[in-house]
């Protein structure tokens, strides 16, 4: 059983930074993609960043495309989420998602969120 454990978030104003992180265990193989999506209130679920165990490709949403970096670290199986310039549009709750490929399928985890507020 993968466990996904976020740390970092909190209260910054427009413009500012911060650093989400999350931490996995109990992976059985070395085949995953780890990723953040957020939940803004009354709307759906969405995508933000996601890197690849395999050979580190990312894939970003449009709406933060050159603000924010994710990274992993596979020797530490933590994954980090560097967000900057800010915008209020980006408060939401972030959750953690993996996806393990073992034993021949795919299956997905999520942590248990930590919220993110971007206000002056």
């Known amino acids: 059983q993968v466990q996904l454990v976020e740390s970092g978030g909190g209260l910054v104003q427009p413009g500012g930074s911060l650093r989400l992180s999350c931490a996995a265990s109990?992976?059985?193989?070395?085949?995953?993609?780890m990723s953040w999506y957020r939940q803004a209130p009354g709307k759906v679920r969405e995508l933000v960043a996601g890197?690849?165990?395999?050979?580190?490709?990312?894939d970003y949403a449009n709406s933060v495309q050159g603000r924010f970096t994710i990274s992993s670290d596979n020797a530490k199986n933590t994954v980090t989420l560097q967000m900057n310039s800010l915008k209020p549009e980006d408060t939401a709750v972030y959750y953690c998602?993996?996806?393990?490929?073992?034993?021949?399928?795919?299956?997905?985890?999520w942590g248990q969120g930590i919220q993110v507020t971007v206000s002056s």
């Open positions: 998602n993996a996806k393990e490929f073992s034993r021949g399928t795919w299956t997905m985890y």
């Open positions: 109990g992976f059985r193989s070395g085949i995953y993609y």
């Open positions: 890197v690849s165990s395999t050979d580190g490709s990312t």
